[in-house]
């Protein structure tokens, strides 16, 4: 771990963060499999209600990593389709927020081992697009999974020779919109 990590030795790493978010992806293979006790239970943090309104159907974990880094997990419907989703980002703290902090904290996982993991789970490499960062897209039946890239230093993203995953977003297609895109 880094000399940066705070001092909670509870608190995983970004490597274990993404290890134990592989281990949910793992297990999911329709919308019913994304609960947020299933999140709780390979996270190992309770998922609280995203906001104080009682229409509120999103959950948040969000926990510091390190002085500069924090990870949240948001869980919630997707708007369009009611179905669940899942999102993963790592965020600068507030106090590191205006200076770029070094993203070695969150670059020990490469972006490649995700990618193979991924491959190893039976999911296809299905895409490649640029939003905020570089993004990889991944499915397999229902479950559709979205890797955004940064790298480790603010090269363009032609000069990463080493891609550290930012985000993850997992999501499901419908029944109907399988069956369009086979």
């Known amino acids: 771990m880094s000399a940066s990590v705070l001092a909670d030795a509870s608190l995983p790493d970004a490597p274990e963060v993404l290890r134990r978010l592989l281990a949910l992806i793992d297990t999911l293979h329709q919308p019913q499999d994304l609960t947020t006790d299933r999140v709780a239970r390979f996270t190992g943090f309770t998922m609280r209600p995203f906001s104080e309104k ?23 419907l997707n708007s369009a389709t009611r179905l669940p989703d899942l999102g993963l980002t790592f965020i600068e703290t507030d106090k590191h927020s205006t200076q ?19 491959l190893k789970m039976g999911y ?9 960062s570089a993004a990889k897209q991944y499915r397999r039946g229902l479950v559709e999974v979205d890797i955004g890239i940064v790298g480790e230093s603010s090269d363009s ?5 080493h891609g550290c995953v930012k985000r993850v977003s997992i999501g499901f297609l419908e029944n109907e919109t399988l069956a369009v895109s086979q």
């Open 124 to 132: 296809r490499h299905v895409g490649n697009a640029r939003r905020e």
């Open 100 to 118: 770029r902090p070094s993203k070695a904290d969150i670059c020990q996982f490469d972006a490649m081992h995700f990618h193979d993991a991924l």
């Open 157 to 161: 993203f032609e000069k990463i020779s």
């Open 54 to 76: 009682p229409t509120n159907d999103a959950y948040q974990i969000f926990q510091p990593l390190t002085d500069a880094w924090r990870y949240l997990y948001i869980w919630g």
